[in-house]
């Protein structure tokens, strides 16, 4: 597991000050078990729900659709989060495997 978020690591190296922008996902593949943590970028990959086509559940402000796929093996995972106003979770679904808390 470690190797893959040192992966990660690379491509998002976020600045320390601003660890804040960043959300820790952390999911476990449905077929072969592999504990995934993935980090998401609240600025661009969680996209704000306007009301007028709003699609998800009532009071939630914001959701994040991310597309996860481990290493030991090339089963994808599909996650959608939905957020309230402070990034609080209002209601989350997957496929492919199940949420790590
Ligand atoms: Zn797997």
Do not use: W
């Not at 661009?44 to 796929?69: M, W």
């Not at 989350?92 to 949420?99: D, L, P, R, Y």
């Amino acid at each position: 597991m470690t190797g893959f978020f040192n992966n990660l690591k690379k491509f998002f190296s976020p600045p320390q000050d601003s660890s804040s922008n960043f959300l820790t996902l952390k999911v476990k593949c449905g077929r072969c078990g592999e504990e995934i943590e993935v980090k998401v970028r609240k600025s661009t990959d969680i996209s704000r729900i306007y009301e007028e086509n709003q699609e998800g559940p009532s009071g939630a402000t914001y959701f994040l659709r991310k597309e996860v796929l481990g290493k030991k093996c090339n089963n994808l995972i599909y996650a959608t989060i939905y957020f309230g106003p402070y990034f609080n979770v209002v209601s989350k679904e997957i496929s492919g495997g199940e949420f790590l808390d």
